[in-house]
């Protein structure tokens, strides 16, 4: 057996209501004036409320930072830092988003140590103690609530990682109640996000390891089993709460067997046209896979067998019906499925490429190598039919 690490968050507590009961959470972490990290739009339907409201209950008044911005800027995470500081918080919870969470993990780590932003960014640049952490979310996609990973958009049109064990929290609160208004159309994205989490760690080239497999298989069941009633029946519990934690799961695959080609080539859409993340990887999936086929056959004929029961045929037939199950699953859904229809303009087509190249840290565990032309290739297949 290929020797392998897996890392993962000491406690991970899946229960409908369990956001409800964070002070008790607080208390056992040594918490005494926890920071809240969230957005505003969770704020405007009311969803973070009641957990303030509980918290303020059980003696664990917290201190609330609500101006996360999606694909959080430098700026955001600054914010939320200086606001903990000034306030002499000693715990972070978040509820929202993978924008929220990863808010949420560096400035964990800005507030228990002494290390600046910048200083953070790479591969175990973080040093010392973090403040304790929870982390709630409120989407289905990222898994960011296991995964020891911090995405932060340091320019106009890039994202840079924190990566560190350290990111990960001391405990994961998976409440499905929290998901239940999230809107059909972010619902799709985010659990698309999930399958590809999923699908790319159990074709992960080089830290593909049996556990991250398990995890990988269970999430794609659990997803793909729920995506539809969670897009067209939101508030459908169990349906929310096997999206949830299917999320999760996928979570725990890729952050120990990373991601590959569909997110290289998908941040650069994410970069340049503020598409959405999830969307991004909705948008290049379909025909990455089928890049993939002369070397990921075999594996992705065993995914098949987990998306399509009951599919049939060789390895070849299986894994084709993989794309096929794919495209059939991102139409019911509701999310556009070429470029063209996303509005990427076909000129931009050659620098989104170059773009894409740039990400060999997520190429390399791709299982087949992408090269430029391969790239245009990928893109110029996901534009559409006319490309
Ligand atoms: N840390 C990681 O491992 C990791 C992995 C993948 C992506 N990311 C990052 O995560 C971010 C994307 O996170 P996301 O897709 O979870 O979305 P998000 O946190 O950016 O939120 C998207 C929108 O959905 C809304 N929303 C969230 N939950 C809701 C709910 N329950 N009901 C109604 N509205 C709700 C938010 O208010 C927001 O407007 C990106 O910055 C991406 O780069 C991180
Ligand atoms: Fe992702």
Do not use: W
């Amino acid at each position: 057996m290929q020797p392998f690490v897996f890392n993962t968050v000491p406690q991970l507590i899946c229960e409908s209501g369990s956001a409800l009961a964070l002070a008790e959470r607080c208390r056992r972490l040594g918490i005494d004036k926890p920071l809240l990290v969230t957005d505003p739009g969770l704020m405007a339907i009311g969803l973070v409320q009641p957990v303030l409201a509980a918290l303020d209950a059980g003696g664990m008044p917290a201190i609330l930072f609500d101006q996360v911005r999606e694909d959080p800027p430098e700026a955001t995470v600054e914010a939320a830092a200086a606001a903990g500081r000034e306030t002499g918080v000693d715990g972070v919870i978040a509820v929202g988003g993978g924008s929220s969470m990863d808010v949420a993990k560096v400035v964990a780590v800005l507030l228990g140590g002494s290390q600046p932003l910048s200083a953070l960014y790479g591969v175990d640049q973080v040093e010392g103690a973090r403040l304790p952490m929870i982390l709630v979310p409120t989407t289905a996609g990222t898994g960011s609530e296991v995964t020891p990973v911090a995405v932060i958009t340091t320019g106009e049109t890039t994202k840079a990682g924190v990566s560190s064990a350290l990111l990960l929290p001391d405990v994961a609160v998976l409440d499905p109640d929290l998901t239940l208004g999230l809107p059909p159309g972010v619902t799709a994205m985010t659990g698309v996000d999930a399958m590809v989490h999923a699908i790319e760690a159990y074709t992960s080239k080089v830290k593909k390891n049996p556990i991250s497999d398990n995890l990988a298989r269970e999430a794609l069941r659990l997803l793909g089993a729920n995506i539809r009633t969670a897009v067209h029946s939101g508030s459908d519990r169990e349906a929310r709460a096997g999206m949830l934690l299917g999320a999760c799961l996928a979570g725990q695959a890729f952050a120990n067997a990373p991601v590959a080609a569909v997110h290289a080539l998908a941040y650069p859409l994410g970069g340049h046209y503020h598409i959405p993340h999830g969307l991004t990887n909705s948008l290049v999936l379909p025909s990455v896979l089928a890049f993939n086929m002369p070397d990921a056959a075999p594996l992705y004929a065993e995914l098949a067998e987990i998306l399509v029961p009951g599919v049939s045929g060789g390895v070849e037939a299986r894994a084709a019906a993989l794309v096929v199950a794919i495209r059939a699953l991102i139409d019911d859904v509701n999310l556009p499925a070429t470029l063209q229809a996303a509005g990427v303009p076909e000129q931009d087509l050659p620098m989104l490429a170059e773009d894409a190249m740039l990400q060999q840290r997520l190429l390399v565990n791709n299982p087949r190598e992408v090269v430029l032309a391969d790239a245009l290739d990928i893109y110029r297949a996901a534009y559409g039919a006319t490309a």
